[in-house]
């Protein structure tokens, strides 16, 4: 089978040129105390008597400033955050959400604000950092040009209750790091690269601060300690609804949820909604779910669609019954339903850049995706996410090698669910001039290639999922829209033989159905022969119907299955064509062409259906006139 590349590979280039030529301009947001967070550890009244301090006079000010002690001391040590301390002196006639200067030491004394944490935010007590051979980086916000040491400590008291005695001991002592802040607080580092395990405790302390005139740090140190980490794989699970939609509201959903804490090394964190007109070094806010092990209450027990990804989980949970507990793995969903590729494109997408961008500095595993329904709009936007999906990849695998110095990552491998159904009702279409193209959007998603890896999309795996509508939703059960399945766990299972093939190299797992490589038509007795690669096995016909003839490449017409071996099928060709040229074929690329998994064709060994495909049959590669940039059958 020859994969005609060239267009999308054009494509790609020209969207990622565009997209990095691109500026963006950042504008200023002014807060009020309460809004800058104050009131949550200072009264009313303290509040009010800030408000008269910074509309004292230009003398008065500069005479509280420097008659406060604590001024200096506490700006070298809470730089940022709610009680964050700005450069003394101050400035008189300040507007809410200004420079503070030293008032909140002045007007707070007992020190109620705690030490602003060191670590960023997507950092926490529970989590997993990547494991080796990759060296994590690590990083957050200091006191400017402070000095800080980084100290990993396994806590082997927990090892054998965490982990039921499995995980690998130990490594030798490892020295701490020590890295220093730049002007404006950023720090970061390299930790050692360790083995699959835990749990460890892993401290950050500002042993020197600039601000102090170099001097050590007082005898109550600025420090954080983040407990129970592990090491592990990291993956990132990203995209729109059908990936935010949480356990919570799948089939089965009580037994799924109860069946959770079975898996104590997968840990869970969310970040929170967050758009920015700039990429950001860390999420805007605390994460909306903080790293914690696996639980009913993690992974959203209720109808909340805040968390936790159901396809993400469903996913993860397959990849641990593999490998047990002696891998931990670190989920980490970020997504947000009803949004286009583009928002999540970098350099301008918003939402990439406010919930995206923050996670860059992370050593990772692989990437998770499942999105595309808002971007099967007509008459062109399923066209174009041939070219923008790619480019997408390609612009994250770029970010996170340049934010974690980490070159591996140029390629991490990058796992998607082709997009679902749309409607419960099989085989309904909403291909007229307006509306969505469900279809359009799968073929695309391959970047026009049929399958993947190809040579626009390198390591990457994908699941399909056309065939998993149900009927109903259980979201909105009473309304034909089965956007948002149920089925969420065949999902999970899919991704999986993915991930363990792609991304753990497994060539002994099978991981797509059965893909066609030939079409022969027989025009004497009016019949299509259709075979496929052996290498999903013997195939399973669960339906005659799915597959379609054309004479032009335009109109087509279904072909029912009529016989079939273990290796093909075959079609009879429609009336319709009697007396012309079959030129191309097509497979189920309605919007949705089956329900319950009852599509023709599938792999009697693993289950897996085969994917979308249109194609032009031999000797007539031309036959193309919709713009489908079709697979060329030889």
Known sequence: MALGSTWVSVAVAVVVAAIEAKTTVVSSVDASWKGFGIDTVWTDAQCTDLDNLVNTTAAGCQAVCETTPRCNAI??????????????????????????????????????????????????????????????????????????????????????????????????????????????????????????????????????????????????????TISDVLFGDVFVCGGQSNMELPVALVNNASAELAASTAFPWIRLAVVGRSSSATPLRDTSAPLLLPWQKASPEALGDGQSWDYFSATCWFTAREVARTFGPTVPLGLIGS???????????????????????????????????????????KPTAWVNYAAQFPAMIQLWRKAWVNNTGIPSLSNFPFGFAQIGPRDCIPCVDHQGDAGTFYGGVRWAQTGF?????????????????????????????????????????????????????????????????????????????????????????????????????????????????????????????????????????RYILHDTPCINQTCAVYSSITGLPSPPLIANLAGHAGADPVGWNMTALL
Not at 336 to 342: A, K, L, S
Request: aromatic share 6%; proline share 11%.
């Open 449 to 585: 290639q049929y399958s993947v890896p190809n040579t626009a999309m390198p390591n990457s795996f994908m699941a399909v999922t056309a065939d998993l509508a149900e009927g109903y939703s259980p979201v909105l059960p009473l309304v034909a829209g089965c956007v948002h399945y149920g089925n969420k766990q065949d999902v999970g299972r899919r991704l999986a033989l993915g991930v363990l093939n792609t991304v753990y190299g497994d060539a002994t797992v099978v991981a797509i159905g059965p893909m066609v490589t030939s079409v022969t038509v027989s025009e004497s007795s009016q019949l299509a022969t259709v075979t496929f690669d052996p290498a999903a096995g013997p195939i399973e016909v669960r339906n005659t119907s799915g597959f379609e003839l054309s004479a032009d490449g335009a109109a087509y017409f279904s072909a029912v299955i009529t016989a079939h071996t273990a290796s093909s099928v075959g079609l009879s060709i429609p009336v319709e064509l009697n007396s012309t040229v079959v030129v191309s074929l």
């Open 335 to 377: 997504y947000v339903g009803g949004t286009p590729i583009e928002l999540w494109t970098p350099p301008n997408g918003t939402l990439y850049n406010g919930m995206i961008a923050p996670l860059t500095g992370l050593a990772i595993k692989a990437v998770l995706w499942y999105q595309g329904e808002n971007n099967s709009f």
């Open 75 to 224: 700006n070298a040590h809470v730089p940022t955050g709610p009680c964050a301390l700005r450069s003394c002196p101050c400035q008189p006639g300040l507007s809410p959400g200004g420079n503070l200067s030293g008032f909140e030491a002045f007007l707070n004394v007992n020190a109620a604000c705690p030490p602003t944490p060191l670590f960023a935010n997507v950092f926490g007590s529970g989590m997993v950092l990547q494991r080796a051979p990759m060296q994590p980086r690590v990083f957050g916000l200091a006191p400017p040009n402070a000095t800080l040491l980084i100290t990993v400590l396994q806590t082997t008291a927990l090892r054998s209750t965490e982990h039921s005695g499995t995980v690998r001991p130990p490594p030798a002592e490892t020295p701490p790091t020590t890295t220093i802040a730049n002007a404006a607080g950023e720090w970061s580092c390299l930790l050692p690269a360790f083995p699959a395990g835990g749990p460890f405790n892993l401290t950050a302390t500002v042993v020197q601060s600039a601000d102090r005139g170099g001097a050590p740090a007082p005898a109550t140190p600025h420090q954080q």
